[in-house]
């Protein structure tokens, strides 16, 4: 037994395990092929719907029946990343040039999705057919066993454009990731052609047929002098921009509008309605007084979202600030990853176009290899026709004279009349000599009657010289490389005049995005919280109306200014700052909003221990106490950060934050630490160290077995003198002072 146990490091066998999985991953399921620029899930789609039938021309088939194929026959990877495949490649705001014509509810532009595989139908493009399918039956790719090899599926499908540049590509696999944008269909047949003609060409010269991308939604790319780099390397990024068209009021009364003609690619879906509320709160936090209303027109004839401007309003500084600070500029990450021979590599322009036409060629060989051996045997048949039609008397002779179509076939063949009556020897001697082929055999026992008429056998050898003009013509293609060209050329010269369209994005050079702010009018406000995280500022007049109750209804009022932040520490040592004018201002009585979605900090990770303004923070001495004890008195102005989030301070990996409170060092003072125990430790703040921001601090107080410190007050600073504790007052005069790091005192009741 012992000697079938094979010993192996686990390391090495976990490394090789994964690796195997991630090339997996690469090669089998996230990156798209650059022969077909399409990945797996994608041709086995395509596939599987011209298997069904689901032509053009022929009525649409459920999409789950489509997605069933796709699973049983060629894909067992799940339904619903099947039917997400299929619904990408319907969409044409997402594809370039959509692959699949569905029927239902495929989503929107706005992020809807698309309805149950079991209420959608689908069908095959003409464009698919024509160009991504067509010829599949001509040995112009090799197939490949299914998953369970009970099918044969192909290994790339014989797409005749470069599917890769067309319809782009997104895919994140194992440590790489692909995201190649689309591009316009005449634009990239145009370049296909000018590399045919001159394959020395550079990206460069390919650029001056293909500017740049072309994305569904339009917008404007505005960084046209990077895109040779781009280009070129394989990887970069491109500037996005919406248009934005001024509408003035033609009626009196009717407002000027800003209308948002086309939208950044990078926008659709969530991203719409995430632009909305930029926009609104834009105009609730004050950073336009432009803007009156916004609504969203948008329907299936195109994306019109709709601003209402007050009378005056600077059109290029409003323009400036949408593009600044919402989503309507944006950049698209380009890395042109692909498959090549089955490999992942990043391409070049030139190498995309390249790879695609190679295979293009490699395809069309096969096609017309195949086409002149069907057209080799169908010569060999007519030849035999047209001879057997000038001895027709001599073959109904052996035929009649034959007992069975083995001996009519040896004879026909090879000559041998064996037992075969003839009419005379002359026939005989004449039937010897006959050396017609399998082939021509068969098909002259086919033969029927009728065509022996004269105008059949006429139309007989009118077939047969048709049939030498394509052996010509296909020998011609194959043996003379311009002659191949030029029936590659013919057929993408039909394609761009079929389903070529216009470009939709603009190419251009734009300005840098310059937007200075308006200073903001400098005055006192009030950030609130309650006990559930909901915030929300209010002016100085709201509060001076609300004082009495304003401490009783919210955990936290905090007075700072309008240009201040607010700083959230957290019991994990963090401290998350918030731009008071990013908070948004309210009633009263309003709800307020989620801290968890002004700023970094998570509820669901952390807790919040105490909200300062920043100015208060910076100006301060600040008390850190800590679970386990620890204490340090640090400078303010430490935390000073542009960041969102910075640690406030050291703490060991089992420790946490309990309090953070401003103190007077200058002045006497006493601190009180409080444990979960009920011990009560009363000393001098002078005993406590001013450290730095990497320091964890001193030793408060000695805690017992399992104890930790729960709460901690400093007298003179908070203006406390006692708590109550266990329904009674704590007076913190009668508290015996002592010194740190002892254990305190027992409060028993």
């Known amino acids: ?320 600030l949408l593009y600044k600070k919402t989503k309507l500029e944006d950049t698209f990450g380009v890395n042109m990853l692909a498959i090549v021979n089955g490999r992942p590599e990043t391409l070049s322009l030139k190498d995309i176009i390249a790879y695609h036409t190679k295979f293009h060629y490699e395809v069309t060989r ?64 004449e039937a010897s000599r006959l050396h017609f082929t399998e082939k021509q055999a068969s098909a002259i026992l086919d033969l029927r009657l009728h065509r022996l008429i004269g105008l059949e056998i006429l139309a007989l050898k009118e077939e047969y010289e048709e049939i030498m003009e394509k052996i010509r013509e296909y020998e011609d293609i194959l043996e003379n490389p311009s002659s191949m060209k030029k029936v590659i050329r013919k057929e993408l010269d039909a394609f761009k005049k079929e ?35 909901y915030s929300k500022t209010f002016d100085k007049a709201t509060y001076e109306r609300n004082k009495a109750n304003v401490y009783q209804d919210y955990k936290y009022v905090v007075p700072c200014m309008n240009t201040d932040k607010i700083c959230i520490f957290t019991n994990q040592g963090f ?11 309210g009633k009263y009585r309003d709800k307020g909003t989620p801290i968890d979605n002004l700023g970094n900090y998570d509820s669901g990770k952390e807790a919040i221990i105490e909200v300062m303004a920043a100015e208060t923070v910076h100006s301060s001495k600040l008390l850190f106490v800590t679970a386990n004890g620890m204490l340090k008195v640090m400078d303010g102005q430490e935390l000073k950060a542009m960041k969102r989030t910075v640690a406030s301070t050291k703490l060991a990996s089992d420790d946490e934050l309990v309090r953070i409170i401003p103190v007077d060092t200058s002045q006497e003072d006493k601190i009180i630490l409080q444990t979960k125990s009920g011990m009560f430790l009363k000393f001098l703040l002078e005993e406590v160290p001013c450290k730095k921001k990497g320091a964890v601090g001193v030793k408060g107080i000695k805690l017992g077995k399992n104890d930790v410190v729960s709460n901690a007050y400093v007298m003179e600073a908070q203006q406390i003198t006692g708590i109550m504790y266990k329904e009674k007052k704590l007076e913190f005069n009668k508290l015996k002072l002592a010194k740190r790091d002892t254990k305190g005192s027992k409060i028993r009741r």
């Open 366 to 429: 096969r096609k017309y290899e195949t086409l002149l051996k069907k057209l080799y045997e169908q010569k060999e048949i007519k030849e035999g026709l047209i001879q057997a039609c000038d001895i027709i008397d001599l073959i109904i002779e052996i035929i009649r004279g034959s007992e069975s179509q083995k001996e009519v076939k040896a004879c026909l063949t090879k000559g041998e009349t064996g037992k075969i009556r003839f009419r005379s020897s002359d026939s005989m001697i």
């Open 1 to 320: 037994m012992s000697e079938q146990i094979i010993r192996a490091e686990f390391s090495d066998v976990m490394q090789k395990s994964y690796i195997d999985y991630a090339m997996s991953v690469i090669c089998s399921r996230a990156l798209p092929d650059v022969r077909d620029g399409l990945k797996p899930v994608q041709r086995r789609v395509l596939y599987a719907m011209d298997e069904l039938g689901l032509r053009y021309d022929r009525p649409h088939r459920k999409s789950a029946r489509i997605v069933g194929d796709t699973m049983g026959k060629y894909h067992p990877h799940g339904d619903s990343s099947i039917y997400d495949a299929l619904v990408v490649m319907s969409q044409d705001f997402k594809k370039g040039l959509p692959l699949v014509d569905g029927h239902g509810n495929f989503g929107s532009i706005e992020g809807d999705g698309a309805a149950a595989m079991r209420y959608t139908e689908a069908r095959l493009q003409k464009i698919t057919q024509e160009a991504y399918l067509a010829d599949l039956d001509k040995n112009v790719v090799d197939f490949v066993p299914n998953f369970d090899e009970t099918e044969r599926e192909p290994e790339v499908l014989p797409v005749k454009i470069p599917n890769l540049l067309v319809n782009g590509a997104d895919g994140i696999a194992v440590g790489m990731t692909t995201n190649i944008p689309p591009h316009n269909l005449g634009e990239v047949i145009d370049a296909v052609k000018a590399y045919m003609r001159k394959e020395s060409i550079t990206n460069e010269e390919l650029m001056e047929y293909i500017p740049g991308p072309d994305f569904p939604t339009g917008g404007l790319v505005v960084n046209q002098k990077e895109l040779l780099d781009i280009y070129s390397s394989g990887s970069g990024k491109l500037k996005l921009r919406g248009k934005v068209v001024f509408e003035p009021g033609k009626k009196r009364g009717e407002k000027d509008k800003l209308v948002i003609t086309e939208i950044p690619y990078t926008m659709i879906g969530n991203n719409i309605s995430k632009f909305l509320s930029d926009v609104v709160s834009l105009i609730e936090t004050k950073k336009t007084t432009d803007i009156l209303d916004i609504s969203n027109e948008s329907s299936k004839e195109g994306i019109r979202i709709v601003l209402e401007l007050r009378k005056g309003t600077d059109i290029e500084r409003l323009k400036n």
């Open 499 to 533: 389903f070529g369209r216009e470009r939709r994005t603009v190419i251009e050079n734009g300005k840098e995005v310059v937007y200075i702010e308006a200073p903001v009018k400098e005055e006192q406000i009030y950030f609130i919280m309650d006990r559930f995280g």
């Open 575 to 585: 401290m998350h700052q918030i731009k008071a004018l990013d908070i948004p201002a």
